[in-house]
């Protein structure tokens, strides 16, 4: 059994994604942690509409049954990371929607970020990092960002530099060592 749970939250529902193969790697390199359990959650998996529920997330009143649902599978875990594709200078809007239903699920956790794009995400991950802090999620600061351009063959075929394992894996020190302090906060 594991001490933390973190779900790698996989932040894109296109046909053709590229994000699959860069979150299966994710969870792949997690593989050797111990005490620790890294779950993709697809959010292929939580069809989600546009926000609609009535009452603003922060009161934790939901009431659509898709609603719970994601919120019971969010509640699940002690930590997260965000696999992005970077769009127009920002996140995707399936991302941001899912991230938007939900408030008390989130608060108090730690966050890291993983994206990709034609400059790596970056600008994808900066717009996240300010949502994040409004939640009272807690971002580290490593993050990996894979481009399109060397990462990927033929801008389809994830194939990332080596250097990325080493990122990796600081990524997870940090993000699971923020993971176990913010355990005492949430009590």
Do not use: C
Not at 126 to 146: D, N, T, W, Y
């Amino acid at each position: 059994m594991s001490d933390l749970k973190i779900a790698v939250i996989l932040g894109s529902t296109r046909p053709g994604r590229n994000g699959k193969a860069v979150a299966d790697w994710v969870v792949d390199q997690s593989g050797t942690r111990t005490g620790v359990e890294y779950e993709l959650v697809d959010l292929a998996d939580f069809p989600l509409p546009h926000l609609d529920e009535a009452i603003p997330p922060a009161m934790g009143q939901y009431q659509a049954d898709h609603t719970k649902a994601w919120a019971a599978k969010i509640a699940e875990f002690d930590g997260y990371i965000f696999v992005t594709p970077e769009y127009n200078h920002s996140t995707s809007a399936v991302l941001k929607n899912a991230i938007d239903y939900l408030y008390a699920e989130w608060n108090n956790k730690a966050a890291g970020f993983v994206s990709y794009g034609s400059l790596g995400g970056a600008r994808a991950i900066e717009h996240l990092r300010g949502v994040a802090s409004e939640l009272q999620l807690a971002h580290v600061r490593q993050q990996l960002s894979f481009s399109l351009f060397t990462d990927f063959e033929n801008f389809s075929v994830f194939k990332p530099a080596a250097q990325h394992e080493a990122a990796a894996t600081i990524l997870f020190d940090q993000l699971e060592s923020w993971t176990r302090a913010l355990r005492t906060v949430r009590v």
